[in-house]
């Protein structure tokens, strides 16, 4: 049957498709579809801006950490009791971004694709609370307008294309189920509902607690189906409220349901509120009245971009919108502010004016009440204006553009009005699509912001952030040098400046942002404590600033005072104390280096880092056992933290137990491998491990592969070749092996040894022989190795004077080498008996150089600690043998 007493329409649901069967919901299709089909072309986007922080760099999405942890940090996986909290609490948001990660880890696609089809999905059921919510009215075709506007209004870009807009998403789609069931329910089990799906929408998004005002307008204002100014006079001047005693229960259970929810997040917040910077919210740290105007000017702002989304940008702070200081001198400002609230409070009279208007009044509330939380007027927010947040409000303003299309159809011809629809949801689509574009990537993104806000130097900052990161430093200087200029007290400008200059290898440029960017800090006054709450952040200019000047050994004392001066300015400033200890382990006070690491524990009793650094000053001083402790509470801490996975499995490696323990150290170093694609170094490592363990075919196996990452890698080119010929009785092989590594390293003397050993003894090729044992002597003039075996192949020519001439300087070079000694006496015998030939002399003393080279992928913050792949050891003596492999491993990190 129709809804009203007018014929019905095309697009209503007709009498004879009932009857006939058919339930094809064609708007409710046409809505998903176009929905998902708009922002495809975000599913190929990367992650960007904050999703960064939210997705790329939490912790909390790792399997490895407790999934109970999501309750106690925040959206970025900070702990809620820390100041630097941003007390953005939504655990269940972070759950699905766990969900993804657990199918494809950090796979953008998989993130991208859940966001999209929660926004088809949103579309959807906005459609059916519309048609719920409408009922009796013009339902389908208000409520058809209004999805078609919310799936492609392009405002939505950023909360869709963005990754943390799924925020928005999830707690859109609980808000709506709310709404609905608290409508659908007159009794109080929809109160209950109602509150269930508020609690955990607010547990995606803060925002979503809002649902509970719109169910009590809801109650007072559209279940009567809207009430008059009029008799609001009445009601109120007489005494009798026009509302019943079980409606005025309902709402008092929502309020009682509401103020539970504000003290839970109120206790989960440790009764603080977020710090935000004036960069964040310039107005927010404006003096009176300009802070309460320039709060009053962000309503019609936000309203333009749900009327006009153009132009968007990724980010509103710092300078992006002027202060309103005063009507007087800033009329143009005044008259926006003006005429917002003449079209709000002509909204509010045509609610008010006529019970049959009560759907604008619907309207009106949701485009408010969920908008309250970030507009600024109760409290501050991190942001001039975020679009994202304008996800929720958008509805109730599409419901209203919707409840005004139906109007307008009496007034103009229905062909116009159609292809005035048509042509605006065509638009917003093209936008829309194009706008997905913006987010593929960092760059892209905040290269289009700057063209909308050139006085944000975030922007600026940011631009220059995504050419850093793809080691474009030239290109990236003049954008951080444009945001130092747009916001001349940024801090943080100056240190990216000063970065960039460090990197490109002008110190001195480099050292004077660094002291312009401390100059801008708050000074403490001579005599008084510090009070000031100094971000982290900008704390790090006294840090880099020492980190620069210490690499001038005479500057210690200087860097070690800077580094002070920020550890007395924030004393839970990590950064600065591990940078002191590092300081002093390099000026020789190791025991004060501890100190600093246990304070640093103090603060953050879970941070890999600390704990991998005592760790490797434990190594230093030889307590393995304690280093390999502390190793492990860094992987207990962070699984894949990749140094402390090296240093463990190297301890491991070289323990006395054996068998367990180098188990241990094999999954560590292909745990490391995976991470570490394109490192040889745990690959070598694992070659090691398993000629130690004599199997001697996946040694070769590990070698290949190592070699296939690194194709010059000395020392696996140097083992490998020393096991074909030592272990496996290879020596074709060793040889090719042993030439690739001179072709790539033409100075390794053991190579050129190892190749003499088989050009003598295996090709019977005295003079070729000769040549690489003389190359290696001029490479290493003082080795007796090298000098022996080239006196070894005198010996093989018949050359005897030469042979010892040559073996007496060989023994002056070692004089504590036998071998040496034994080989000089069999050639004098000789020469004193005349004989023509050394036929027994040692034939086969040419000994390559013993032992493997060992790795050198030893690194640690703040300092890097490399190996040599070189190997100690004698030659062998006249059996002609070389010495068999040692698998050893002389890397070590520093701090």
């Known amino acids: ?17 009932e009857e006939s069967g058919v339930k094809f919901d064609h708007h409710m299709v046409y809505v998903t579809i176009l929905a998902a089909a708009c922002y495809v072309t975000s599913l190929h986007c990367d992650f960007v801006f904050d999703d960064a922080s939210a997705v790329r760099d939490n912790k909390d999405l790792r399997p490895h950490v407790p999934w109970t942890q999501l309750f106690r940090n925040d959206f970025w996986g900070t702990p809620m009791a820390e100041e630097k909290s941003h007390k953005s609490y939504r655990p269940l948001t972070v759950l699905t971004f766990r969900l993804n990660y657990a199918l494809a880890e950090l796979a953008p696609f998989g993130y991208h694709l859940g966001n999209v089809g929660l926004h088809a999905l949103v579309s959807a059921m906005f459609l059916a609370a519309c048609r719920a919510l409408l009922s009796g009215i013009v339902q389908e075709r208000a409520s058809a307008v209004a999805a078609y506007l919310f799936a492609l209004h392009p405002v939505h870009t950023e909360a869709v294309a963005g990754v943390v807009g799924r925020a928005e998403l999830l707690s859109a789609a609980l808000f709506l189920l709310a709404l609905r069931a608290f409508a659908a329910r007159r009794d109080y089990s929809g109160v209950w509902l109602a509150v269930l799906y508020a609690a955990l929408g607010t547990l995606c998004k803060e925002q979503a607690i809002t649902v509970v005002a719109v169910c009590a307008f809801h109650e007072l204002y559209v279940a009567r189906r809207g009430i008059t100014l009029g008799q609001l006079v009445a009601a109120f001047s007489t005494g009798q409220l026009p509302w019943s005693r079980r409606s005025l229960a309902r709402c008092a259970l929502l309020l009682g349901a509401t103020a539970g929810l504000m003290w839970a997040r109120i206790r989960v917040m440790g009764a603080q509120l977020p710090v935000f910077t004036r960069f964040d919210n310039p107005a927010a740290h404006s003096p009176t009245p300009t802070r309460q105007l320039t709060f009053n000017l962000l309503l019609p702002l936000n309203l333009l971009l749900l009327l006009l989304p153009w132009p968007l940008c990724a980010d509103w702070t710092m300078g992006s919108v002027p202060l309103f200081e005063s009507p007087l001198t800033q009329p143009h400002l005044a008259a926006l502010v003006l005429a917002f609230y003449a079209w709000l409070l002509g909204l509010v009279w045509v609610a008010l004016r006529s019970r049959a208007n009560w759907p604008v009044g619907l309207g009106l509330a949701m485009l408010a009440l969920p908008f309250l ?11 001039v204006i975020a679009e994202r947040v304008l996800y929720l409000p958008s509805m109730g303003f599409c419901l209203l553009v919707g409840l005004g299309y139906d109007r307008l159809r009496h007034r103009l011809p229905e062909s116009v009005c159609r292809l005035g629809l048509l042509m605006t949801l065509i638009a917003f689509s093209g936008k829309t699509l194009c706008r997905n574009c913006d987010w ?6 905040f290269t289009s912001a700057v ?11 940011n631009v220059g952030h995504s050419l850093e990161k793809i080691e474009k430093f030239s290109e990236a200087l003049p954008f951080f040098l444009k945001a130092a200029s747009v916001q001349p007290d940024d801090i943080g400008a100056h240190q990216n400046v000063a970065r960039t200059y460090a990197t490109l290898g002008d110190k001195v440029m480099a050292e004077k942002f660094y002291r312009q960017a401390v100059a801008l800090m708050p000074q403490p006054k001579k005599g008084q404590s510090y009070t000031a709450r100094v971000a982290p952040a900008n704390l790090k200019a006294y840090v880099s600033l020492a980190t620069l000047i210490s690499n001038d050994t005479s500057r210690y004392a200087e860097a070690d005072q800077l580094l002070l001066t920020a550890i007395n300015m924030r004393p839970d400033f990590i950064d600065a104390h591990q940078n002191r200890a590092d300081l002093l382990i390099r000026m020789n006070r190791t025991e004060e280096a501890r100190r600093h690491y246990d304070l640093a524990l103090q603060h953050r009793p879970d941070h890999a880092d600390i704990l991998f650094n005592i760790g490797v000053l434990e190594l230093r001083a030889n307590r393995k056992r304690e ?10 801490s962070e699984p ?20 367990a323990d180098r188990q241990t150290a094999k999954q560590m170093l292909e745990q490391l491998a995976e991470l570490e694609p394109d490192n040889a170094g745990p690959l070598f490592s694992l070659a090691m491990i398993y000629t130690d363990m004599r199997d001697l075919r996946s040694a070769e196996l ?10 010059a890698m000395r020392g696996a080119l140097f083992n490998l070749a020393l096991m074909y010929h030592n272990e496996m009785g290879r020596p074709l092989m060793a040889k090719e092996t042993a ?4 072709r790539h390293h033409p100075d390794h003397m053991k190579g050129h040894l190892l190749l003499g050993d088989i050009h003598l003894n295996h090709l019977k090729d005295v003079s070729g022989a000769a040549a690489y044992f003389y190359k290696a002597h001029q490479l290493e003039p003082t080795s007796p190795q090298a000098l022996h075996n080239l006196c070894v192949t005198m010996v093989e020519s018949g050359r005897l004077r030469e042979a010892e001439q040559c073996l007496a300087r060989a023994v002056q070079l070692g004089p504590n080498e036998d071998y040496i000694r034994n080989h000089l006496a069999i050639v004098r015998n000789r020469l004193a008996q005349g004989a023509a030939t050394a036929s027994g002399a040692a034939s086969g003393a040419s000994g390559a150089a013993s032992g493997p080279a060992s790795g050198a992928s030893g690194a640690a913050s703040g300092a890097s600690g490399a190996a040599s792949d070189a190997t100690s050891g004698p030659a062998s003596g006249a059996s002609g043998g070389s010495s068999g492999v040692r698998a050893a491993s002389d890397a070590t990190s520093g701090v």
């Open 1 to 17: 049957m129709p809804t009203s007493g007018k014929p019905k329409s095309s697009s209503s649901h007709s009498d004879e498709a």
């Open 373 to 383: 939380p970030a507009s600024n007027l109760f409290f501050p927010v991190g942001f």
């Open 440 to 445: 593929k990537d960092e760059y892209s993104l």
């Open 451 to 461: 063209r909308v806000n050139p006085n944000n130097a975030k922007l600026w900052n």
């Open 627 to 636: 280093a390999l402790f502390w190793f492990r509470r860094a992987l207990q």
């Open 640 to 659: 894949r933290h990749r140094l402390a996975l090296h240093n463990a499995a190297s301890v491991l490696q070289d323990s006395p137990a054996g068998g």
């Open 702 to 711: 590990y070698y290949r592969r190592a070699l296939h990452r690194d194709p």
């Open 739 to 742: 030439e690739t590594l001179l």
